[in-house]
């Protein structure tokens, strides 16, 4: 009987193209470059105080002159200033309209240069605000500030003067200048919010308790000017102005560099710094306000201004924390090994005598029988080929050598398992078996022989 199978398995697979065609893909077109945002609200609004520091120079402000607030417009007080005979030099150089015998006497004659100094430099970043499109923003930002610089500390200073040497009247209040302050505040805040976000709300609130603060000792000067004299006097200090200038310029330093931090997200550090000299500062007003015998008032307002800053440093702190707990890294994970299970197959070897580790050694005993003859070699050349009823119509086309190696490898799988590759079914459907064969023939080239592989090459790319 003939093991030949006469419904042999059709394979009805095309032959691969040694060069197949891959399909064309459709290049992504580049994404249209997003058109530059105009800021048509920066530039406007940079428009505006720029023209408001314009017009502002012939509009009357309160001009403090002597001891007395005088309504006259800032072009017209420059122009009479400088051709006025007589008039006191500030610092031996600037002509001034205020009593510069007193010390806040001097520091309102510095207000008033200050403030055209900061008109002009919010006209010029306004004007380039304009016609700098992409940086629109940011020279808004900068426009603002200055604008507020300007008109805050003219306005806050030629009051409190004012307040020092007459008194508090309603009729002293500038009204021009305090509501260009406050819309100066606004539009830099909203700019200053825009670029921050939510930081710019704690930072407006440490400035206005800083403002508090700062006020809160003037004011305690104001109501007893000789209680900081006694009270420097008291501990070997007379030189009350010289200790007075310094500690105005620190808080003057201080209030701007709290302006510049409403609209940062970084500069906690000097914060921090910021407000233990403010609040040492305070605690010595505090002192020497015991020290002097001063009112109650002075007293009161120093105490207030020494919370303030105590108020101030505890959110600092809370924000260094936080700042803090932010930056440092999560824990992470420890990365899951995968652990890959490899089968290993060992080498038989032939046993040369001599001890074996790990093996007792058994006394030599005489055999009483005769040793079986050895058992022949196996032959896989005939493995299930003609004995079986399936036919294999690529192991028919092998030497009796190649199908000893084709069935070590791929059948009994002597050299080791091939996971990758399935099972080969004689006489079956092996398809998948020669396409993964090819797919992972780098891992197991080695192992096949060159004849082998050759005829399992021919015999695949015709299937």
Same mark, same amino acid.
């Given at each position: ?17 040694? %060069? ?5 893909? !459709? ?6 470059? !997003? ?68 010390? $806040? ?21 306004? *004007? ?36 020092? %040497? ?40 440490q400035f206005v308790l800083s403002l508090v603060s700062v006020a809160a000792v003037l004011f305690a000067y104001a109501k007893n000017q000789t209680a900081l004299a006694d009270g420097l006097a008291s501990i070997g200090l007379n030189d009350a102005e010289m200790i007075l200038s310094v500690v105005l310029g620190v808080f003057f330093l201080d209030l701007i560099i709290a302006g510049i931090r409403v609209q940062a997200k970084k500069g906690l550090t000097v914060d921090l710094i910021r407000y233990i000299v403010q609040l040492l500062i305070v605690a010595a007003f505090c002192y020497i306000a015991i020290a002097g015998k001063a009112g109650t ?39 899951? *090994? ?48 003609? %004995? ?49 064969? $090819?797919?992972?023939?780098? !891992? ?20």
């Amino acid at each position: 009987m003939s093991n030949t199978n006469t419904n042999p398995v059709v394979y009805d697979v095309a032959p691969e193209d040694e %060069n197949p065609v891959l399909p064309e893909v !459709q290049e992504t077109p580049e994404t249209e470059q !997003q058109p530059q945002k105009k800021n048509v609200a920066a530039r406007i609004f940079a428009a505006i105080l720029a023209a408001i520091s314009v017009a502002i120079v012939f509009l009357p402000i309160k001009v403090l002159k002597g001891t007395a607030l005088e309504g006259v417009s800032l072009f017209n007080a420059v122009k009479d200033l400088f051709v006025a005979d007589g008039a006191s030099k500030l610092f031996g150089v600037l002509p001034t309209y205020a009593n510069i015998d007193t010390f $806040f006497g001097k520091v309102a004659g510095v207000a008033f240069y200050v403030l055209p100094l900061m008109l002009v430099l919010a006209i010029v970043f306004g *004007v380039i605000a304009v016609f700098c499109v992409k940086k629109a923003p940011a020279l808004l930002r900068v426009t603002a500030y200055f604008f507020t610089l300007g008109f805050g500390v003219y306005a806050i200073t030629t009051l409190y003067v004012s307040y020092l %040497n007459n008194g508090f009247a309603v009729a002293d209040l500038d009204y021009i200048t305090l509501g260009l302050t406050l819309v100066g505040a606004i539009v830099y805040f909203v700019t200053a919010a825009t670029k921050v976000g939510k930081v710019a709300w704690v930072n407006a609130l440490q400035f206005v308790l800083s403002l508090v603060s700062v006020a809160a000792v003037l004011f305690a000067y104001a109501k007893n000017q000789t209680a900081l004299a006694d009270g420097l006097a008291s501990i070997g200090l007379n030189d009350a102005e010289m200790i007075l200038s310094v500690v105005l310029g620190v808080f003057f330093l201080d209030l701007i560099i709290a302006g510049i931090r409403v609209q940062a997200k970084k500069g906690l550090t000097v914060d921090l710094i910021r407000y233990i000299v403010q609040l040492l500062i305070v605690a010595a007003f505090c002192y020497i306000a015991i020290a002097g015998k001063a009112g109650t008032t002075y007293l009161v307002c120093v105490i207030a201004a020494a919370v303030v800053s105590l108020i101030q440093l505890i959110i600092c702190i809370i924000q260094l924390k936080l700042l803090n707990k932010k930056e440092e890294p999560a824990e992470e994970p420890e990365p899951v *090994v995968e652990e890959y299970v490899r089968e290993e197959y060992a080498e038989a070897l032939p046993y040369e005598g001599g001890p074996v580790e790990g093996v007792a050694m058994a006394e030599e005993v005489t055999p009483t029988f005769t040793e079986p003859a050895p058992a022949p070699q196996v032959q896989t050349a005939g493995y299930d080929f003609y %004995n079986s009823k399936s036919f294999d119509p690529f192991i028919a086309l092998l030497s009796s050598e190649e199908r000893n190696q084709f069935t070590e490898l791929f059948i009994l799988k002597y050299k080791g398992p091939m996971p990758e590759i399935p099972d080969y079914q004689v006489g079956g459907d092996n398809k998948e078996f020669f396409r993964k064969l $090819f797919i992972y023939l780098g !891992q197991y080239r080695d192992r096949i022989p060159d004849n082998l592989l050759s005829k399992i090459y021919q015999f695949a790319i015709k299937m």
